[in-house]
């Protein structure tokens, strides 16, 4: 294409020059008797000609700065309150508490966008940016106002002071503990937002692209009584009580997040000492997806009902050495689902499981499921097409507590499709069969069924290999056992299916 154009500009240029030498000859050329006027019809249809060439073979010009696109007069730029324009000192080295808290209040006093639920300020996406900085803080960073939405804190570091209390956490949302919420909505000022007479405190905050560094001292994030809180890529450690805590409120969203007591990888010599929990679920309708935990007591609290785990890698602390991976805490209203997750060496225990669901997921180093018992009931459990993989001890790939009391509930548990490497097969579904001689037949089902002495439902058949018709009966399935009498000695086997979970 560019030689095409270099081409026919060479031939414009050559058509040109001929033109201008003809039409100057004088009035006796041919050439004369044009007139001036088709004299500029005839170059203006020549560069137009050019032109076209050009637009068709080249690459156009960029545009120049006067045209182009302008935004629309009156547009504001996206509100983002920078720390360090507060003051924060991103280097870690003095304390930036006020600075940071600076940010916030000036964030919260900013221009809304109407409302979310009823009370709760649309602050329209305004962010409070840590601008990828190390910041030490001495108090914990709350809200200065509830009744608030739509804001983001992300993009760095906070990390506890030596002299942090305790018993807070880094972020808290939560309105403060000095002050009710009857007081705060009679103490506003012209200097603070209308704060909240709603059942929530905030609605979609987000935390975003944060390492918290709890120094030992307290927890990282609180979240109390909130709604739809997204806390994403965030990695904390060092704490000693809590990790993350979602108090009440309702859909709490951690994801992209790795969690630890200590920072560590596995095969810490310090396991047997870790303690505090990772993840406190105290509220409804939360989920965590992708999240690992690698060192704490316990991975995931719950004791709140229908929460969801998806993709959860708990190593926090070997079962062997107390740990574990997941405590559901809710007994008789466990509402609970856990799929596609990873126990690794630390198991899940479930007091008093009611509407619980356990599927695909992978458990290694002889982790295991335990079902306590607290009043003995267990109904609505659902525990399949899990792997387990162990150590060859035998180990059962899921125990009773019955410490408490025996369970005596029991309804629609179904433990089943479970494949097992080097652990013991429990279930609640089991098959089996028995060749022999004789009058009476008896299939001992102990090994594998989980709850002692209980079998609800029994299918089974017996075939004579001697092409005898004999009378035969169930006679009793008491300890586990099935065992089926004839009315004659044949020769043959005996089948059955016992199912301890669904009755009829």
Not at 30 to 38: K, V, W
């Amino acid at each position: 294409m560019a030689n095409a154009a270099l081409f026919w500009t060479s031939i414009l240029v050559v058509l040109a020059t001929a033109f201008f030498t003809v039409s100057v000859l004088g009035d006796h050329s041919p050439i004369a008797h044009f007139s001036s006027g088709r004299h500029r019809d005839h170059i203006r249809k020549m560069q137009a000609f050019k032109a076209s060439l050009v637009r068709h073979d080249s690459v156009p010009p960029a545009p120049s700065p006067s045209s182009a696109p302008q935004p629309p007069q009156g547009t504001r730029n996206p509100r983002v309150y920078r720390v360090t324009s507060y003051g924060a000192d991103p280097t870690g080295k003095t304390d930036s508490t006020a600075a940071i808290l600076g940010a916030l209040s000036a964030a919260l006093k900013g221009p809304s966008e109407g409302f979310l639920m009823k009370g709760i300020t649309n602050l329209g996406g305004v962010q409070v940016h840590l601008e990828g900085g190390n910041y030490l803080i001495s108090q914990a960073l709350r809200l200065p106002a509830s009744g608030v939405g739509n804001l983001m804190i992300h993009g760095g570091t906070l990390r506890a002071s030596d002299d942090f209390p305790t018993d807070r956490y880094l972020i808290e949302l939560s309105p403060s503990s000095s002050t009710s919420k009857s007081q705060e909505n009679n103490e506003t000022s012209m200097d603070q937002p209308q704060l909240s007479s709603a059942s929530y405190n905030y609605e979609y905050i987000t935390l975003k692209d944060l390492m918290l560094d709890s120094n030992h001292r307290g927890g990282g994030i609180s979240v109390v009584n909130s709604l739809r809180v997204s806390i994403d890529n965030c990695y904390v450690v060092h704490f000693t009580t809590t990790g993350i805590a979602v108090q009440s409120g309702h859909e709490t969203y951690i994801r992209n997040s790795f969690l630890g007591q200590h920072i560590t990888a596995g095969g810490d010599p310090g396991e047997r000492n870790f303690s505090g929990t990772a993840i406190n679920l105290m509220g409804n309708d939360n989920a965590l997806t992708d999240v690992v935990i690698f060192s704490a007591a316990v991975g995931v609290m719950i004791s709140g009902q229908a929460n969801i785990l998806s993709g959860v890698h708990c190593y926090n602390k070997a079962t062997g050495f107390g740990g574990t991976g997941i405590y559901l805490k809710l007994p008789g209203l466990t509402q609970t689902r856990i799929v596609n997750s990873y126990l690794d060496y630390t198991g899940i225990v479930a007091e008093d499981p009611v509407q619980l669901h356990i599927s695909n997921s992978f458990f290694l180093g002889d982790a295991y499921i335990v079902l306590k018992s607290i009043n003995g009931v267990v109904n609505g459990v659902n525990i399949v097409d899990n792997m387990f993989s162990g150590s060859g001890k035998g180990l059962g790939i899921v125990q009773l507590d019955q410490s408490n009391g025996a369970f005596k509930n029991i309804d629609q548990v179904v433990v089943d499709r479970n494949n097992v490497r080097g652990m013991g097969l429990k279930a609640t579904v089991a098959r089996g069969s028995i060749q022999g001689n004789g009058s009476s037949w008896t299939l001992d089902f102990n090994p594998v069924l989980l709850f002692p002495n209980l079998i609800k439902h029994v299918q089974y058949s017996l075939s004579a290999s001697d092409g005898a018709f004999p009378n035969h009966v169930l006679r009793n399935v008491s300890e586990n056992r099935v065992i089926v009498a004839s009315d004659v000695a044949v020769s043959g086997s005996l089948y059955a299916m016992v199912d301890q979970g669904m009755a009829g």
